[in-house]
């Protein structure tokens, strides 16, 4: 198996090719277990990671949830109508809390019944007023990094990161016209892909298909 190291030494050399004399990437990267947690733990764990549209969560208590690397965690509406993101494991035995998408007034662990305001503040821990000491106001479900960009919601894993805003700058003027941040998300579905992460993200850039592959539908209209 090639080492990571000799990889990322492949890479460079790629990325200092002019357009040109293009090449794809070696195929270690697509294959290295050892590549796959650099990328977790220097992407995943680092970048800010879109997981939907902001239209999604109307009402106080309407959340979504995903999962960045390891970390599950759910993004809601608090009752103040702000977005907000927090850790999706409850804090007693580390159970997740919440699936898929829905709407809750309150956050139920549905182990043991700990329950959570939207917040994340603990209001409640069934017979835990047993032990001696337990103070539950001491208890809260771990903040994630949240921020609104052209109507998606961005999460991080990073608190140093730099705002999203900031980093998606010199997207922001590409995409001025289309007016994202109107956007109003009308349908929602869930695909789970047997495949490396960057070949889904490639098939999307490889725009050279779409006249073969859609040619009923959006392929006659694109523009290569």
């Not at 990328?39 to 949830?65: M, N």
């Not at 409850?90 to 007034?105: A, I, P, Q, Y």
């Not at 305001?117 to 103070?135: H, I, S, W």
Request: glycine letters at 6%.
């Amino acid at each position: 198996m090639i080492a990571v190291d000799t990889l990322i030494d492949q890479l460079r050399s790629n990325c200092e090719r002019p357009f040109s004399d293009a090449h794809a990437m070696p195929p270690g990267v697509y294959t290295s277990p050892d590549f796959l947690s650099l990328e977790e733990r220097e992407i995943f764990a680092h970048e800010w990671q879109c997981v939907g549209r902001a239209s999604a969560l109307k009402e106080p208590g309407d959340y979504l949830t995903a999962q960045i690397g390891a970390q599950p965690i759910v993004v809601l509406r608090d009752e103040q109508m702000q977005l907000k993101a927090m850790s999706n494991v409850c804090l007693h035995r580390m159970s997740v809390l919440l699936e898929g998408r829905g709407n809750k007034r309150r956050i139920v662990c549905p182990y043991h019944a700990w329950s959570y305001g939207l917040d994340g503040e603990l209001k409640g821990a069934p017979l835990m007023d047993r032990q001696e000491g337990f103070c539950k106001e001491s208890y809260r479900l771990p903040a994630v990094r949240c921020e609104e960009w052209q109507g998606w919601i961005y999460v991080t894993l990073d608190e140093s990161a730099p705002p999203v805003a900031t980093q998606l700058a010199e997207l922001s003027e590409l995409i001025g016209a289309y007016g994202m941040t109107d956007y109003i998300e009308t349908f929602y579905e869930e695909h789970v892909w047997d495949t490396n992460w960057k070949i889904l993200a490639e098939n999307f850039m490889e725009s050279y298909h779409l006249p073969m592959l859609h040619r009923a539908t959006v392929g006659p209209h694109s523009k290569l």
